[in-house]
């Protein structure tokens, strides 16, 4: 019988959800007040009933006062009387799910899965190891333990409400998970964009680098060799030296027939001139 319910509250897709943990206070059935269920006993160790029991009520009353770190002890007092105690490994198991020990805690609900004989404790165990499970975020190991509780407890509408929160919060972790992988991927190929264009600038950098190393060195070429830098004289061709020489001839015509024309000039005047 259920006890004492463990409430997680989260909230997704805008509701208001829990996760309860079934079982999760010490297991109140009426074998705890006088004897437990039994595995078989390891043959050299004697056990000690009457201790067995007063261990396990006394850690039943510190989990009620949630001292579970007391009530741990009580119970591993309860085990070193009777190592076999199904009741005593489920609570203490219970106290240490409380503390958040949730590996040591699993150790324990994990004895009574794969030792006990009772349905029904055994359904409840594999309850609290899905809540392990699914506080540790590992959806897809919490969805396979409640799944193995509701086998066991097919009416447990607690542990089908935390099967459909566990798929419902698997799936969104894989949808972030593949966002996640799309954005490494595109910065990965952002970054090996980067390194692209770095390469690329720095080969043109080191090709103007070489075109202005040659042409300082041809600079310094003509700069030693100042010949080079004279201009050859164009060679005149024939046409263009006959014109030149028919140019400077009729210049000369030209100026012999000014000159004519002046000295005629000169002696009409004398002729005309009165004489005084």
Not at 112 to 122: E, G, H, K, M, P
Not at 232 to 253: C, T, V
Request: contains cysteine.
């Amino acid at each position: 019988m259920k006890a004492i319910n463990y409430i997680i509250c989260f909230v997704l897709a805008g509701w208001a959800l829990n996760v309860s943990a079934q079982g999760n206070a010490p297991a109140m059935k009426p074998a705890a007040q006088t004897a437990s269920a039994k595995v078989e006993p390891p043959k050299e160790k004697k056990i000690d009933p009457k201790t067995e029991r007063n261990s396990i009520r006394k850690g039943n009353s510190l989990f009620k006062d949630k001292k579970y770190t007391e009530a741990e002890i009580e119970y591993r007092k309860a085990l070193e009387a009777n190592p076999s105690s199904e009741i005593a490994t489920y609570n203490l198991g219970a106290s240490l799910y409380k503390q958040q020990k949730w590996n040591d805690a699993r150790n324990e609900y994990m004895k009574v899965v794969q030792a006990s004989s009772d349905t029904l404790r055994t359904a409840h165990a594999w309850h609290n190891l899905g809540n392990i499970s699914f506080q540790e975020k590992n959806y897809a190991r919490s969805i396979e333990e409640y799944k193995n509780s509701l086998r066991r407890n097919p009416k447990d509408n607690e542990t089908r409400y935390n099967l459909r929160l566990a798929q419902l919060l698997l799936k969104k972790q894989q949808q972030e998970q593949q966002n996640q992988d799309k954005n490494q991927d595109q910065k990965d190929q952002n970054k090996d964009q980067q390194k692209d264009q770095k390469k690329q600038d720095q080969q043109d950098q080191n090709k103007n680098k070489n075109n202005q190393n040659n042409q300082d060195q041809k600079d310094n070429q003509q700069q030693n060799n100042p010949q080079q830098q004279q201009p050859q004289q164009p060679q005149m061709s024939k046409e263009n030296a006959q014109q030149i020489l028919d140019a400077i001839q009729q210049d000369e015509r030209d100026t012999q027939e000014k000159v004519q024309r002046a000295l005629m000039q000169q002696q009409k005047r004398k002729k005309t001139d009165k004489e005084w």
